[in-house]
């Protein structure tokens, strides 16, 4: 095994001789033609911009600027240009450039944001697509938008993004991200190049990423490319902010249930910021809880930190952190006491490097921790669980701009994990052997490693059909194995706006996350050991992508996923000592189609989305072997998204949402057991088919007004929010009371109608 990591390293290293090497001999001998480089920022903070589109208008060649802001045009022939730079909701920029032979033109853009003209909207037709970036099911949200989605006075990543069509939620309090069948931990969560593991809150009503500290928003639906991996579904990629470049300054938010703060400015030779969020609740529940009736005290708190640095002019140093903790504590409730604690913790340093104009690098070295714990004391019975995963993250990536037409890229990844399990339910805290897992203590420790390597080209064959191709390999320590993951992926322009995009693609989960089928506060990461197989999932998608109108996209996704070594929890098992024993193995495929309406300029914009999917798993153990839908299958998702300006002073949204009722396990009759000579006894209901039944669906509109003002000659905005506009309460879950003579079906409604208001203050 160990053999096999060296040999891996070894491929890796060759790999970045061999494209130094390729790019030296590119730039210097083999042709005469120019290259044109650099960074686009935004001119007021000096932020680097991801995603900027840069056009030569005469060649018609062109490039999109990287996660790092970076941007690079190849194989120009010497002359004079006019090169525009652009990006939505800046002023476009025209440069006129002159390109000598051989030449390596380094040219550096700032950005200027322009506020919206309300008497007028003026679109140009006239566009540049990189046609490189196939961008198969790619979903790109500028961050201005999510900040004026709210719920409950706040803004939030991922409940902005449950907004899109094919992305679900169990609840509509539930910011956990259900894309295409898939649940949320087969969703790859990065912020900065850097896995977190539960982004969400307890209760799920928030994710754990203050908007305040995000740039960049990415997702892909499915089909992505060979440089992600580790998880079977979709890929959500976040950039936090660096920091104003330029002076210092932030911003101040007072809301009904929770506050912001978020400060940033200049250091060095670069920038940091620095964001915090935190929720009172267990303020204001402590001035309202007595003795007869005590309230559970509970709050979470999150913060986002960033210090970026230029040493020279080909190098840059970033250090990220972030931390997140929830707390929920009952005292005295009935003779019970409980403790639940979520917490995570992420450190990373990134170094950017250019060997070239054409060859630029990333390397991440990361640490990243996610635990979780319960212990409870029941009228002295006392029970325990923790569970903590610490992940030793080491990687590169090298991207290659060979030419106009053709970019490669590819990179490594070590990851060193230490996970642990400790389940008490001795009713004793201080137990700590399980004396042959009999004595009702179950403690899981193991340490893995694995490593994998990417290689990924895109070419662009003619002005109409571009290809991208790559292989993944993936190595698993524990369980000794090898999985390959060949990803394809083409764009065909059957017209000017018209794009036809196709990817298939092989996807390998290590990770398998143990929650309970119904509600589950305290959720389980465990390895793939020796006795199960990763997770494996095949993605087939066509798209369609239109511009029927100048400002109106139009798309169309058809998807299909076929799933092996998917996993459902045994819920009854106890005393297992592996994977297998927790877990069942299964089979699956989740398909569909979604369309996508969108407007993304001028006074009003928004969007319209719909998406029409099925799920299907088989587990031999389960429903007699025979195929059911999962939890999460939701057939009809509909969603609407409105956003106006109304002045200077006004802006006004809303959303609605219709979706399907989740699956849920129904019962079918109930056993009396009753000793000989007693009048009463216990009821014990016996399930139906798991996920046999459905809730009925789920429907909601928010309304949002946002007032614009100055305070003592601060910027200042009033945020009205009204959360579930006429009171529908959906059904959170529902369960069959058995205490009485008679079986009940009991429903827990979630939230009524419920307004807020919060201030926001610029500084």
Known sequence: MHSFRSFILCIILLSLVVVTYADGAVTGEISDNATLSGYVRDKETGETMVGATVFIVETRQGSVTNKSGYYAISEIKPGTYTVIYSFLGYKRQEVTVELGARASRRLDIELIPETLQLDEVVIERDRFDDKRQISVSRVNIPIRQITQLRVGGEADVFRSLQYLPGILSSSQISSGLYIRGGSPDQTLVLLDGSAVYNPSHLFGFFSTFNPDAVKDIDLIKGGYPAEYGGRLSAVLDLVQKDGNRRKFGGTASLGLISSRLSAEGPVGNGSWFF??????????????????????????????????????????????????????????????????????????????????????SVFNLSYSRYGNSFSSSNTGFETEARNTIEDYTLKGNLE???????????????????????????????????????????????????????????????????????????????????????????????????????????????????????????????????????????????????????????????????????????????????????????????????????????????????????????????????????????????????????????????TFTFQTGQSYTGQTSRLETRLPGSESGKGLNIPADRYGLRLPPSHQLNLNANYHTTLFGLPTSLMIDIYNVYSRRDVWFRYYDSTGEVTTVEDVLLLPILPSIAIEVKF
């Open 275 to 360: 964001g915090a969020r935190r929720t009172y609740i267990d303020l204001l529940t402590g001035l309202l809880e007595t003795d007869e009736d005590p309230l559970p005290n509970y709050f979470f708190y999150d913060i986002n930190g960033k210090i970026s640095q230029d040493i020279g002019m080909s190098d840059k140093l970033f250090l990220s952190g972030f931390l997140s903790e929830d707390v929920l504590e009952f005292d005295n409730r009935a003779g019970f006491n409980g403790n639940i604690g979520i917490s995570n913790r992420l450190l990373s340093s990134r170094w950017t490097h250019l060997f070239s104009d054409k060859l630029f």
């Open 400 to 654: 290659w701009f060979v030419s106009s037409d053709w970019t490669m890229k590819g990179g490594f990844e070590i990851n060193r994990y230490e996970l642990s399990y400790l389940q008490n339910f001795t009713g004793d805290a201080d137990s700590s052997s399980s004396e042959g897992n009999g004595g009702g203590v179950l403690s899981i420790d193991a340490v893995d490693h694995t490593t994998s390597a990417f290689m990924q080209s895109n070419y662009q064959f003619s002005p109409l059909f571009s290809l991208q191709v790559g292989l993944r390999a993936n190595y698993y320590d524990l369980r000794g194995l090898v999985k390959f993951d060949p990803r394809i992926a083409a764009r065909y322009q059957l017209q000017d706006f018209i794009a036809v995009k196709a990817a298939f693609g092989v996807y390998h989960q290590y990770f398998r996350l143990a929650s309970l089928p119904d509600f589950s506060f305290f959720d389980t990461w465990l390895p793939t050991d020796s006795t199960m197989d990763p997770s494996r999932a095949i993605h087939y998608v066509l798209g369609v992508e239109t511009q029927p109108f100048d400002d109106i996209d139009f798309n169309i996704d058809l998807y299909y996923k076929d799933l092996a070594h998917v996993s459902e929890l045994n819920q009854f098992q106890t005393r297992g000592t592996t994977v297998r024993d927790f877990f069942y193995d299964g089979v699956g495929e989740a398909y569909g189609i979604e369309l996508f309406l969108q407007k993304k300029r001028g006074r009003f914009t928004g969007w319209v989305g719909y998406a029409l999917g099925w799920i299907n798993v088989r587990f031999d153990e389960l429903n007699r072997g025979e195929w059911f839908r999962p939890k999460w299958d939701r057939r009809h998702d509909f969603k609407v998204v409105a956003q106006y300006k109304l002045n200077d002073s006004w802006d006004l949204s809303a």
